[in-house]
């Protein structure tokens, strides 16, 4: 199995990315060797999710800084400037994205004025490289807490790919089946297909095949039937963005699974590590939501499915009120009830 990404060689490497756009008929890796490339593989979700979309930028940035070794530290810093400023425009949503250009950045900024800098690259290398091992770490935490949430012989429902291609490796909603899969529990996961642009029923639906977890593709607007049906036990997505009262952004849909769990009674979980958080926002409100190309849905994969013309509306994410979602799981434990007061003594903290 290839990682979902990695980087390649030393500071003068490059960053190593599986092409998601071509799953699952295909599985093949990309290389980004400059700014621009990683960009455009951010942009068009040859890597997606939002820690992975974060680790991306973190190497991005290194290979944003090669070839400078003889200019200098002022023309380090004002490469540093432009580059990061280059990857924070390749999408808005994720806040992972941002949050790991401010590591990086931070990290540059407290190498000694002295420094050499092929010396800061590699400090910003091993940034990048410890943001990557971090993602691994949270995620196989949030599956251990998240997994004593799910019972044996349960059906559950998820959303998009919150997994091992949308982070380090492992996935965060995944992570949850994958470690109760592991204990030992029956769990069979109703995947939602996840318009327009497929990524439940291209990712992970693939994911959990690998894995050998019993999974049942599903049409988004089959899920209501599903859980009248009696089918689903529980209901778990990643995240995009959570602000400081529990609102989460995540892949468009995800707010209707959220009101028709609701509507069944059904739990509704969250699951994402706390480089997901943001807590400069007070609600969901303030989340910006990506707008993408008509086209993903009047031309998806290639065919026109809608006539010349027609009006188009396609925002990327949406926002889930916290008062619908019965937990989010993080790294460092369950966060249940979902207030600002307990957000802010999980995630508030740098202590666990
Ligand atoms: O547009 P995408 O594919 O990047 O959207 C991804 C999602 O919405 C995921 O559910 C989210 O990033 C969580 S990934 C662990």
């Known amino acids: 199995m290839l990682p979902t990404l990695h980087w390649v060689g030393d500071v003068d490497g490059h960053l190593s990315l599986i092409d998601q756009t071509l799953l699952p008929t295909e599985l093949r890796s990309i290389e980004c060797r400059d700014v621009a490339t990683t960009c455009e593989a951010i942009r068009s979700l040859r890597v997606r999710g939002a820690p992975a979309i974060g680790i991306a930028a973190a190497y991005g940035v290194c290979v ?183 609102d989460t952004a995540n892949k468009i849909g995800t707010y209707g699974v959220a009101v028709l769990a609701a509507a069944h009674d059904i739990p509704f979980y969250v699951a994402a590590p706390t480089s997901t958080f943001d807590l400069s926002l007070a609600s969901g409100d303030q989340i910006p939501i990506e707008q993408r190309d008509p086209k993903e849905i009047t031309h998806g994969f290639g065919r026109q499915t809608a006539p010349d013309g027609i009006a188009v509306y396609n925002p990327a994410f949406d926002v889930t009120p916290a008062r619908l979602i019965r937990a989010i799981i993080c790294e460092r434990g369950v966060i249940e009830p979902v207030t600002e007061q307990r957000i802010g003594r999980m995630v508030g903290s740098s202590a666990p």
């Not at 810093?77 to 990086?104: G, I, Q």
């Not at 910003?124 to 251990?144: F, K, P, S, V, W």
């Not at 559950?156 to 994958?178: K, Q």
């Open 64 to 246: 944003g800084v090669q070839g400078c070794d003889a200019a200098g530290r002022a023309a380090l810093a004002e490469r540093l400037d432009a580059v990061v400023k280059e990857l924070a425009s390749s999408r808005p949503t994720a806040v992972n994205l941002f949050w790991a250009l401010e590591r990086m950045r931070r990290r540059a900024g407290q190498c000694n004025a002295s420094a050499a800098v092929r010396d800061v690259r590699e400090a910003l290398l091993a940034e990048a490289r410890e943001i990557h091992e971090e993602d691994r770490r949270m995620c196989r935490q949030i599956g251990e807490h998240g997994a004593r949430l799910l019972a044996d012989g349960q059906g559950v429902l998820t959303h998009c790919n919150a997994g091992g291609l949308a982070t380090a490796d492992y996935g965060t909603a995944l992570a949850l089946f994958f470690s109760a899969h592991e204990a030992g529990k029956r769990i069979h996961v109703y995947v939602d297909e996840t318009r327009p642009l497929l990524q439940g029923a291209r990712l992970t639906a693939w994911e959990l095949q690998q894995r050998g977890i019993d999974a049942t593709l599903i049409c988004d607007s089959m899920a209501a039937q599903v859980m009248r049906e009696g089918k689903v036990q529980a209901v778990v997505t990643g995240a995009d963005r959570i602000a400081a009262n529990g």
